[in-house]
């Protein structure tokens, strides 16, 4: 639930949560949908003898010292609610956090999902409990003095201020205890993005044994006593901007692209979202790229679709390579890829290419030098998704060919953005449908009609003989016979317009420019 209020009586209208009011987010709760962002920047934390809460600008999530765990992240009603954000203390009785801005409070009650918000008349500056009268509320001093929230109020009032303050520790606490923090700032920060991390906030840990530390660029620390090294506790990405995702053993391979404060970097997040962990930086960071639009795996390596050539990087991050026109691949700009069988088959900007098992580079089609947006493999032929439909690329053929069992109709000429196997019938993805062949007759059917729920159409991926679709508007299940009875709409239920799929037994991964959203299946198949 979610409550806000003004001070002095005015009112500010609550949020409110629904599926009926159109362009409002739909109510999911955190088993059903979790959506992964940029969380190298920490803006509080709060720590206390089973959990720790920890906020960044648009997330808050709670560690679990004692079951090494991440739970969350949990969203708030609105994300004005942890705009601002400063310092944070756990409430001594309930354990719920209280989140300060310059101008009010948020408080996030963890153990029934219940957020609370209001407003205070002045610049708040810190907040405290009162250790000799833990059950009163919360202080703020403030610009104007020190006010009070009491327990089960939302109205702020002035106040002499707590007996025995307990604040929030600073970072400038934790230097004064530990000055070799700051002498090794260097190493400490030595993940940071572009040079610009920097400690932002701190907590000292429920047992005394060590302490939390935010940084803005690195993410979240956590340095015991006596060391000089803090390490790291990484959760989310370190981009909010995801260009690919792969499914793999154990959890998904993300691609996140470059940003005017990241690097492209890939990350394996967890399944259970248990573990978050960037490849090498000498690794990635070795050739860089600036975007990425799709992701394949063969062996103990990632093959990534990137606009500087394709990247093979090994999953232990030790290995990283590139290919591009200088190793034979006709355009650096990679626009599709599929692997099978030991080939890496490539479509570029330029025209097509694959890669062998002995990394050697073998042109396809020679002759064709056009916009290859999709590529597929079966057997000796490759399947080409062009501007012009769908063609074949076979064996020491110079050029493309249409495939005899297409139609003249101009309905099965329309481009093709994307192209996968749905068992052994291959499906195609225009801008409006899926259309498929059919792997006996060899002849090609127009499916059915998918842009108005889902917008222009841009990806595919079978799953349990049907197809999850992405367009501009959303994603959705379809048939090769029916259009999706739902759809996952952008900026309802997705954060924003989706780049990428990938499904497991369990989840759904949307790829997005503003974050990767991990969906129970059971919560959105038809």
């Given at each position: 639930?979610?409550?806000?209020?003004?001070?002095?009586?005015?009112?500010?209208?609550?949020?409110?949560?629904?599926t009926a009011?159109?362009?409002?987010?739909r109510?999911?709760?955190?088993?059903d949908?979790?959506i992964?962002s940029d969380?190298s920047t920490i803006?509080?934390?709060?720590?206390?003898?089973?959990?720790?809460?920890v906020t960044?600008?648009?997330?808050?999530?709670?560690?679990?010292?004692?079951?090494?765990?991440?739970?969350?992240?949990?969203d708030?009603p609105?994300?004005s609610?942890l705009?601002?954000?400063?310092?944070?203390?756990?409430?001594?009785?309930d354990?719920?956090v209280?989140?300060?801005s310059?101008?009010?409070?948020?408080?996030?009650?963890?153990n029934?999902d219940?957020w609370?918000?209001?407003?205070?008349?002045?610049?708040?500056?810190?907040?405290?409990?009162?250790?000799?009268n833990?059950g009163?509320?919360?202080?703020?001093?403030?610009?104007?003095?020190w006010?009070?929230?009491?327990?089960g109020?939302?109205?702020?009032?002035?106040?002499?201020?707590p007996?025995?303050p307990?604040?929030?520790?600073?970072?400038?606490?934790v230097?004064r205890?530990?000055?070799?923090?700051?002498?090794?700032q260097?190493?400490?920060?030595?993940?940071?993005r572009?040079g610009?991390a920097?400690?932002?906030?701190?907590?000292?840990?429920?047992?005394r044994?060590g302490?939390?530390?935010g940084?803005?660029?690195?993410?979240?620390l956590?340095?015991e006593?006596?060391?000089?090294?803090?390490?790291?506790?990484s959760?989310?990405?370190?981009?909010?901007?995801?260009g690919?995702?792969f499914?793999?053993?154990?959890?998904?391979?993300?691609?996140?692209?470059?940003t005017?404060?990241?690097?492209?970097?890939i990350t394996?997040v967890?399944r259970?979202?248990?573990?978050?962990?960037?490849?090498?930086?000498?690794?990635?960071?070795?050739?860089?790229?600036n975007?990425?639009?799709?992701?394949?795996?063969?062996?103990?390596?990632?093959?990534?679709?990137?606009d500087?050539?394709?990247?093979?990087?090994?999953?232990?991050?030790?290995?990283?390579?590139?290919?591009?026109?200088?190793?034979?691949i006709?355009?650096?700009?990679?626009?599709s890829l599929?692997?099978?069988?030991?080939?890496?088959?490539?479509?570029?900007?330029r025209?097509?290419a694959?890669?062998?098992?002995s990394?050697?580079?073998?042109?396809?089609?020679?002759?064709?030098?056009?916009r290859?947006?999709?590529?597929?493999?079966g057997?000796d032929?490759?399947?080409?998704?062009?501007?012009?439909?769908?063609?074949?690329?076979?064996?020491?053929?110079?050029d493309?060919?249409?495939?005899v069992?297409?139609?003249?109709?101009?309905?099965?000429?329309q481009?093709?953005?994307?192209?996968d196997?749905?068992?052994d019938?291959?499906?195609a993805?225009?801008?409006?449908?899926?259309?498929?062949?059919?792997?006996i007759?060899g002849?090609w059917?127009?499916?059915?009609?998918l842009?108005?729920q889902?917008?222009r159409?841009r990806t595919?991926?079978?799953?349990?003989?049907g197809?999850?679709?992405?367009?501009?508007?959303?994603?959705?299940?379809?048939t090769?016979?029916?259009?999706?009875p739902r759809?996952?709409?952008?900026g309802r239920d997705l954060?924003?317009e989706?780049?990428d799929?990938?499904?497991?037994?369990?989840?759904?991964?949307?790829?997005?420019?503003?974050?990767?959203?991990?969906?129970?299946?059971?919560?959105?198949?038809?």
């Amino acid at each position: 639930m979610a409550r806000a209020v003004l001070i002095f009586g005015l009112f500010l209208a609550p949020f409110v949560r629904g599926t009926a009011q159109q362009g409002l987010p739909r109510l999911w709760s955190v088993d059903d949908r979790v959506i992964l962002s940029d969380f190298s920047t920490i803006t509080s934390v709060a720590a206390g003898p089973d959990r720790v809460v920890v906020t960044s600008p648009t997330s808050l999530v709670i560690w679990e010292p004692l079951m090494r765990r991440w739970k969350g992240p949990f969203d708030p009603p609105d994300p004005s609610y942890l705009s601002g954000v400063f310092a944070s203390l756990l409430d001594p009785i309930d354990y719920s956090v209280w989140l300060a801005s310059q101008n009010g409070w948020t408080r996030y009650d963890t153990n029934i999902d219940a957020w609370d918000r209001g407003l205070i008349p002045a610049r708040v500056l810190t907040i405290a409990f009162d250790r000799a009268n833990p059950g009163r509320g919360l202080f703020f001093r403030t610009s104007g003095g020190w006010f009070e929230v009491m327990r089960g109020s939302m109205i702020a009032s002035p106040s002499s201020g707590p007996l025995d303050p307990e604040v929030p520790k600073t970072v400038q606490d934790v230097l004064r205890e530990n000055p070799w923090f700051e002498a090794n700032q260097a190493a400490v920060l030595r993940t940071a993005r572009l040079g610009t991390a920097r400690f932002t906030v701190a907590a000292r840990s429920f047992d005394r044994q060590g302490w939390y530390l935010g940084t803005s660029g690195a993410g979240l620390l956590y340095a015991e006593e006596g060391t000089a090294i803090p390490t790291p506790l990484s959760f989310g990405l370190p981009s909010e901007r995801v260009g690919a995702v792969f499914d793999g053993p154990g959890g998904v391979w993300v691609a996140t692209d470059r940003t005017v404060s990241s690097e492209a970097t890939i990350t394996f997040v967890d399944r259970r979202l248990t573990e978050f962990k960037p490849l090498d930086e000498s690794a990635v960071f070795g050739v860089r790229f600036n975007q990425a639009t799709h992701m394949v795996g063969r062996d103990a390596f990632l093959w990534v679709a990137s606009d500087l050539g394709v990247v093979r990087v090994g999953t232990d991050g030790r290995t990283a390579d590139v290919f591009d026109e200088s190793r034979g691949i006709p355009d650096r700009r990679i626009l599709s890829l599929a692997a099978r069988r030991g080939t890496i088959a490539v479509g570029t900007a330029r025209g097509l290419a694959v890669i062998t098992d002995s990394l050697e580079v073998r042109r396809v089609a020679p002759d064709f030098a056009g916009r290859a947006f999709a590529v597929a493999i079966g057997g000796d032929t490759l399947w080409v998704g062009t501007g012009l439909g769908v063609f074949l690329a076979l064996p020491e053929s110079p050029d493309l060919e249409r495939p005899v069992g297409l139609g003249p109709e101009p309905s099965l000429r329309q481009p093709v953005v994307d192209l996968d196997w749905l068992a052994d019938t291959l499906v195609a993805l225009t801008p409006d449908h899926l259309m498929w062949r059919d792997p006996i007759t060899g002849i090609w059917t127009l499916g059915p009609l998918l842009s108005p729920q889902l917008g222009r159409l841009r990806t595919l991926l079978p799953d349990r003989g049907g197809m999850w679709v992405a367009g501009d508007r959303g994603v959705g299940a379809a048939t090769l016979a029916t259009p999706s009875p739902r759809t996952l709409l952008v900026g309802r239920d997705l954060p924003g317009e989706v780049t990428d799929l990938a499904v497991d037994d369990e989840f759904l991964w949307v790829a997005t420019v503003r974050g990767l959203v991990r969906w129970r299946l059971e919560a959105v198949r038809p």
